[in-house]
């Protein structure tokens, strides 16, 4: 079965420092566009970051730039978001999500992991 198992959340203080990983299982992890979304209490979803399936090309939303760095493992079948220089309004549950093309739309999400970034 597809599974996106994330790990890495948990609560740190402003100013600090999280890796999150989301490891890929029943899929072609390497075939897919790989990306990190985020929900914030009471918000909707809010777009993160993007990876090719490659790894060699990345975008970010303007509210991360230059804090976080995206990139993938894909002999092992992995994605990553290093997060820098957190700030209170980075709280929120992020999940990772992989969408391909193939006749029809795939687009697997993540559980989602939750980050506090509180003092």
């Known amino acids: 079965e597809v599974q996106l198992v994330q790990s890495g959340g948990g609560l740190v203080q402003p100013g600090g420092s999280l890796r999150l990983s989301c490891a890929a299982s029943?899929?072609?992890?390497?075939?897919?566009?790989m990306s990190w979304v985020r929900q914030a209490p009471g918000k909707g979803l809010e777009w993160v970051s993007g990876?090719?399936?490659?790894?060699?090309?990345?975008r970010y939303a303007d509210s991360v730039k230059g804090r976080f760095t995206i990139s993938r493992d894909n002999a092992e079948n992995t994605l990553y978001l290093q997060m820098n220089s957190l700030k209170p309004e980075d709280t929120a549950v992020y999940y990772c999500?992989?969408?391909?093309?193939?006749?029809?739309?795939?687009?697997?999400w993540g559980r989602g992991t939750q980050v506090t970034v509180s003092s």
């Open positions: 029943g899929f072609p992890f390497s075939s897919y566009t």
């Open positions: 999500k992989g969408l391909y093309y193939s006749g029809r739309w795939y687009d697997y």
């Open positions: 990876i090719n399936s490659g790894g060699g090309s990345t």
